[in-house]
């Protein structure tokens, strides 16, 4: 095989249907850059008509320490987030990531396939293990090749991306060409397409408007968590970062000044709004009257979300059945694409 990305002029074209598939990570609180980064599109993907798995990543969530404890909780979460966002189970396929077994087996493959050098290149990883990298786990280095398989087992077609995850994407679409052209399979696996567009791209922290909002900033006053009551939501934006500039009237001027930025880009996002419109509305006026407005709104947009969370966190039978049969579900499109795998590659299959 060779070591090189697939440089073929001409790949077969994939020939199968539109599926698009995301997952969250099973590792901390969601917060509301969650909401609108993801859950939000995910509704939107949904009411498009096009064909959804949303899975929760207990599997990417053991590349760091976790405690056994809690990570069955923090799968529920998700998947009560996912519900209570009005994701509707019987549109879209919801599923743990360890539920489909499929899942790891064609990650190994795929360790196969990809190279070192790619992997080399991934900035993420450099960035969470940091100064010690010695330290950190295999999974954490290998991580997008189990996203590639995360994605290519469904054969998905288009993954909504952040732009943390576009090269892990461009990764995946190496793979997928690698293997097309290495086992003669040509037009087997798609390769995937970013969906880039969402109500908020980038949502930063309420601390450090250069700093993307986080379920790991140790400080709970830089997040606005899923869980949070009205007056904790109204503490939080009313103590957030600011300048003591008046909000401007141009975008031009706005992208000058990130704290002013972020809530700007949160207001707008949360009422459907450009930013344009925003500052069209607020432009030349102070934190003081642009913040009650920025929390009463995020308070009327979260509470009913808040709400349903904590209805089904409080008796989790619900949130168990849906995954349990989005599981089912998920292994029933991925089993045979495994299956054709193996077979391609060469495996004894008895």
């Known amino acids: 095989m060779s070591d ?40 939107q993907l949904q009411d498009t008509g096009a064909p959804c798995l949303l899975f929760v990543a207990d599997l990417h969530a053991i ?20 519900l209570a966002s009005g994701l509707d189970p019987a549109r879209s396929i919801i599923f743990p990531q360890s539920a489909v077994r499929a899942h790891a087996d064609l990650a190994w493959i795929f ?77 087997f696996f798609p390769l995937p397409e970013p969906l880039t567009q969402g109500p908020a791209p980038r949502v930063m922290s309420l601390r450090d408007g250069a700093a ?41 001027a706005l992208d000058a000044r990130p704290e002013a930025k972020n809530l700007v880009t949160i207001y707008a996002a949360l009422a459907d709004l450009s930013r344009e419109q925003v500052l069209a509305e607020f432009g030349g006026q102070g934190f003081g009257a642009f913040k009650p407005k920025l929390a009463d709104l995020a308070v009327a947009s979260m509470a009913p979300v808040t709400a349903e969370m904590r209805r089904l966190m409080a008796d989790p039978t619900e949130i168990d059945r849906v995954l349990k049969d989005g599981a089912e579900r998920a292994t029933a499109i991925a089993d045979p694409v495994l299956d054709d795998v193996k077979q391609i590659v060469g495996f004894w299959r008895g």
């Open 212 to 252: 993307k909002m986080s379920k790991s900033d140790p400080s709970d006053q830089s997040r606005i968590n899923l869980t949070d009551d009205a007056d904790t939501i109204l503490a939080k934006v009313r103590k957030a970062k600011t300048d003591p500039e008046p909000l401007p009237e141009t975008i031009e």
């Open 111 to 187: 360790n196969c396939v990809a190279r070192l050098g790619w992997l080399d290149r991934m900035t993420q990883f450099k960035e969470k293990s940091g100064k010690h990298k010695e330290r950190s786990s295999v999974g954490l280095y290998t991580y997008p090749v189990l996203q590639a398989a995360d994605i290519l087992l469904y054969k998905a077609t288009e993954v909504p991306t952040g732009e943390d995850q576009k090269q892990h994407l461009e990764l995946t679409r190496d793979i997928a060409a690698k293997f097309n052209n290495d086992f003669n399979a040509p037009g």
């Open 63 to 82: 590349t760091v320490w976790q405690d056994p404890a809690l990570l069955t909780a923090q799968t529920r979460e998700i998947a009560a987030a996912y």
């Open 4 to 43: 090189a990305p697939n440089s073929s002029p001409a790949p077969a074209a994939y020939a199968g249907p539109r599926r698009v598939l995301s997952g969250i990570q099973a590792s901390g609180a969601l917060h509301l850059g969650n909401y609108l980064g993801a859950l939000k599109r995910f509704t």
